[in-house]
Nanobody, 126 residues
């Protein structure tokens, strides 16, 4: 299992920006697809964004397209989620996920066999 530590969450007003970071403790970070999921109060877990091993492929859920950008720095074992034009409906606990899967598989079939961070709170106020 990969140890993942998220940072960068907090509270921001509608229209604001935040950048989440997730640092992985693993020998070969570049073997893993990386994703962000989120869970809002009273709702199920939701896929947000995924990035391939090389960073050449990314995918987003429709509600964040054009506002969120996922990226990675394999030299720093870190994946990022830049969030702009934030809305109250983006309020959730955000989880970083690492999996030795294709990006499509990680985005649709992530489960407990993958590595999950502890989660970080993002709150968007009106």
């Amino acid at each position: 299992q990969v140890q993942l530590v998220e940072s960068g969450g907090g509270e921001v007003q509608t229209g604001g920006s935040l950048r989440l970071s997730c640092e992985a403790s693993v020998r070969i970070f570049s073997k893993y697809s990386m994703a962000w999921f989120r869970q809002a109060p009273g709702k199920g877990r939701e896929f947000v964004a995924v990035i391939s091993w090389t960073g050449g492929t990314t995918s987003y859920t429709d509600s964040v397209k054009g506002r969120f950008t996922i990226s990675r720095d394999n030299a720093k074992n870190t994946v990022y989620l830049q969030m702009s034009d934030l809305k109250p409906e983006d309020t959730a606990v955000y989880y970083c996920v690492a999996g030795q899967r294709t990006p499509l598989a990680l985005s649709t079939r992530a489960d407990e066999s993958d590595s999950w961070g502890q989660g970080i709170q993002v709150t968007v106020s009106e």
